[in-house]
């Protein structure tokens, strides 16, 4: 998975915050070698990545959303500039 996040840069260490409590709710969930990337040609866009066992866990983590959970992912949204993040699935493959 990676996440794109656009934010104010003024919001820059509120943000940082945020998304390390939610990261630990990803981790909870599943998650593993997760990881946060800054762009320094743009301020305020991040790239959160992280991985899953399979597919099916991730659809798995969806479902396990408690009410907390809820709240974390709204106050890391708040942050956002534009409204959205992009998000993307991507699923491993072997080329043998």
């Known amino acids: ?3 794109e996040w656009n934010i104010d840069p003024k919001c820059r260490l509120p ?7 939610y990261a630990r ?3 909870r969930d599943g998650a593993y070698d997760w990881a946060l990337f ?3 040609a743009q301020d ?3 790239i959160e990545t ?13 479902a396990r959303v408690t009410n ?3 709240l974390r992912e709204q106050i890391v ?12 699935h991507l699923i491993g493959v072997h080329p043998d």
Request: charged fraction near 30%.
């Open 1 to 3: 998975m990676t996440v």
């Open 15 to 21: 943000f940082l915050e945020a998304l390390g409590c």
């Open 25 to 27: 709710e990803r981790r």
């Open 38 to 40: 800054e762009d320094p």
């Open 44 to 46: 305020g866009r991040f």
């Open 50 to 62: 992280f991985l899953t066992d399979s597919r099916l866990e991730h659809l798995h983590a969806h």
């Open 68 to 70: 907390a959970d809820s």
């Open 77 to 88: 949204r708040q942050f956002l500039v534009d409204g959205d993040n992009k998000t993307t």
